[in-house]
């Protein structure tokens, strides 16, 4: 701001220099010519710099940004903010000469003017189009830019959404339907299924960087990609609104079956594969925790009449509890009890908002990993977590204002009972009380008035 004040007060000003410049050129003959011999060499000198620095820079972006899948390269090595700052400096420097053409005795101040300007514009335009790229190069950035650009594409159909829903109610039935469901904004989707084809390449291609950098040991730049991924997932639900369809047990419907959640599980998934064979720990956590929030994201959905459940929250928690159950068959225990507590979470996600009769897989999962603590001493953490998962989520049942609680209440007793017989019945060399230290967290958080509720 002060060099853009300061290049308008020197634009003002610099006519008040004509007398002066004028004056000077009379009193030394041919200073003129030297001055215009300055400003072809400045400006010459300007246009080779810029090509070399573009050259330079363009070069490196480029090879930093390799490693991007092919359309985000091709989008980033050809930035329109660089172009532009190289395009002006090369209009700079011609200026820059040019200004000798100009008639000393009426525009020498403006030939003064272009001397001093010219160079520094430049020289300025350079540093940004350098920072610029400095930027590209930046992991975050790129993946700021890629959720930017999905943002910037749903809202674009979201707005289109709104008025085609709107002129299709004009053109239909004006009466208000039996429920919540936006049949309009429905039909406006169906006819063009083409609207998220940019969000989807982007989520692919958010993915692929998230791989790439976990590969790499980099769990920062992994994390935010996959952060990026919920941002947009949550993005897609709001800008969806209440067009989602409920799967049923008993008729298959097409439209139950979402696109982008369902590609992204299963890319998910097969990363979850890759994760098995390489024992990577902390990519276990990264990928538990992009489910869990996927579970709240999709909790959010509107769906058709008041009964109808999150059956694509619920998919979220199946891969979530596949992964835990695979995940026993390995010595990962801090892997196998972040799962357990996690899929808790879910399911208390899913008590809060009234569906406590479909966390029975939950806690058959949480049951499964903590029964490992039973047969092997070194998963005997996951007995304790286990024991803990349910203590939390017997609070949650009787907190909930839901009150369809009485089958998952009924399961929770039975799985945690089944453990106990389990774990009293094992002949594993431990007393009584060592193994009563493993149902502890179970106890802890239920008091005894909970206790005396569950018995009834």
Known sequence: RFIVVLFALTWWFSPELQP??????????????????????????????SAIAFSMVMFTMQVNIERLPQALFQKFSSDVNIKAAFLGTFFVA?????????????LAHRAIFALFWGPLIAVLLLLYAYRRALKLISPSEQLNVIEAIAIKQLLYWDRH???????????????????????????????????????????????????????????????????????????????????????????????????????TLERLRQWSEELFLKNDERAFYQLHKVL??????YLEAKYSGSGSKSSHALLV????????????????????????????????SFI??????????QIK??????????????????????????????????????KNTKYAVVELNRAHVDLIKLMLDSPAKQSFIGKDANLTPYFEVLPEFYIKAFNG
């Open 365 to 402: 999962g949480i049951k499964e990993a903590a029964i490992l603590g039973i047969v092997s001493q070194e998963h005997m953490p996951a007995t304790q977590t286990g024991s803990k998962c349910f203590g939390d989520i017997g609070v949650s049942l009787l907190s909930t204002t839901d």
């Open 94 to 106: 011609i200026l820059t000469g040019s200004a000798s053409l100009l008639p000393e005795t009426t």
């Open 161 to 263: 959404a709104t008025k085609g829903a709107r002129r299709l109610k004009l053109l239909g039935n004006e009466e208000k339907p039996d429920n919540d469901f936006d049949i309009y904004r429905f039909q406006y989707f169906t006819i063009n299924p083409h609207w998220l084809n940019a969000t989807d390449n982007i989520l692919r291609n958010t993915l692929a960087i998230a791989d790439h950098y976990n590969l790499k040991g980099d769990s920062e730049i992994s994390g935010r990609a996959f952060e990026v991924v919920v941002n947009l997932h949550q993005r897609y639900v709001q800008v969806k609104g209440a067009t989602f369809v409920s799967n049923s047990t008993l008729i298959d419907n097409p439209h139950s079956y979402d696109t982008l959640l369902s590609d």
């Open 20 to 49: 002066v410049v004028l004056g000077y050129i009379e009193q030394n003959v041919g200073i003129y010519d030297h001055f215009r011999s300055l400003l072809i060499t400045i400006g010459g000198a300007l246009l080779g710099a």
């Open 317 to 348: 928690t199946h891969y979530l509890d596949r992964i835990l159950r695979k995940s026993c068959s390995t010595k990962m225990v801090d892997v196998i009890m972040d799962g357990q507590r996690l899929l808790s979470e879910c399911g208390r």
């Open 292 to 297: 869990a929030f996927l579970c709240r994201v």
């Open 352 to 361: 809060f908002a009234g569906h406590s009769e479909v966390i029975i897989g």
